[in-house]
C-alpha cells in the first residue's frame, strides 16, 4: 500500500459545527502532516506528528485541533470555523528518519466553511 | 530563512514538445533536498522527481529531467515528448536535511500542454 487516504474528499461545515477530517496510511511512515492550499497557492504547513508526538505547529488557530490516536493514522478536528478557513487540506507522511524520499500526499479533503 | 522562486506562473507546450520549468531557491546549508511535486486537478500532489544536494548527477525519471546547478542554486525541470497529462501545477520544493520536516514549496507553475 503506497497510498495516503484522506476522508472525506468534500466537507461542507457552518461555522458552529464540529467536524473531523481523517487521514490514513500503512507505508510505515512515522512523521505525518497537515496542510492548508488556497487555490492556485502551494501548500502551508499547519502541523508535524513524529513518532505520534507534535513535532510542529506552526501557529495555527486552535480551531483546528490535530491528534495522532497512531502511527497509521492522524485527525485535525474542526471547531468554530471562519469562512476564511475554506480551503483543500492535505495530509502527507514520510519516512520520519529519512529526509530525502520526499512526502506521499493524500487527495486532500475540500473544506467549505458556510 | 530558506525561499524557493518560481519565476514562470505560466507555461505553454505543444504535445510531444520539449518544456523547461525554472526553479531556483536560496540556503546557505550544505545538506538539502530538491523535489519537484505535480498537482493536476484531482488535486493530489504528486512526486515528480528528486536530488540530493550532495550528489552532482542531475535526476532522471523518464521523460523528465533535472538540471540541478549547485553553485548556481538552480533546478529545473524539462519535459520530454510532452503528453496531454502533464498537465498540471508544478511546486518546486526544498527540504534542509537533518529531519527538518518543513518542506518550502515555490510558487507553482501552471502547465498547459496543448494537443
Known amino acids: 500500500d503506497t497510498e495516503v487516504t484522506q476522508t472525506p474528499k468534500h466537507l461542507v461545515m457552518g461555522m458552529t459545527n464540529k467536524k473531523s477530517l481523517k487521514c490514513e496510511q500503512h507505508?510505515?511512515?512515522?512523521?505525518m502532516y497537515w496542510y492548508k492550499q488556497k487555490a492556485k497557492k502551494p501548500p502551508e504547513l499547519m502541523f508535524v506528528y513524529s513518532y505520534e508526538k507534535l513535532s510542529i505547529n506552526e501557529s495555527v488557530p486552535s480551531r483546528f485541533s490535530p491528534e495522532c490516536p497512531n502511527s497509521s493514522l492522524l485527525n485535525l478536528h474542526l471547531h468554530a470555523l471562519q469562512p476564511e478557513d475554506s480551503a483543500l487540506y492535505l495530509c502527507?507522511?514520510?519516512?520520519?528518519?529519512?529526509?530525502?524520499?520526499?512526502?506521499?500526499f493524500g487527495s486532500g479533503t475540500r473544506l467549505t466553511v458556510v | 530563512a530558506q525561499t524557493v522562486t518560481q519565476s514562470q506562473p505560466e507555461m505553454s507546450v505543444q504535445e510531444a514538445e520539449t518544456v523547461t520549468l525554472s526553479c531556483t531557491y536560496d540556503t546557505s546549508e550544505s545538506d538539502y533536498y530538491l523535489f519537484w511535486y505535480k498537482q493536476p486537478p484531482s488535486r493530489q500532489m504528486i512526486l515528480v522527481i528528486r536530488q540530493e544536494a550532495y550528489k552532482q548527477q542531475n535526476a532522471t525519471e523518464n521523460r523528465f529531467s533535472v538540471n540541478f546547478q549547485k553553485a548556481a542554486k538552480s533546478f529545473s525541470l524539462k519535459i520530454s515528448d510532452s503528453q496531454l497529462g502533464d498537465a498540471a501545477m508544478y511546486f518546486c520544493?526544498?527540504?534542509?536535511?537533518?529531519?527538518?520536516?518543513?518542506?518550502?514549496f515555490g510558487k507553482g507553475t501552471l502547465l498547459t500542454v496543448n494537443p
Open positions: 502527507a507522511s514520510s519516512q520520519a528518519d529519512r529526509d530525502g524520499y520526499g512526502y506521499t
Open positions: 520544493a526544498y527540504l534542509r536535511g537533518g529531519s527538518n520536516y518543513k518542506l518550502t
Open positions: 507505508m510505515g511512515h512515522r512523521a
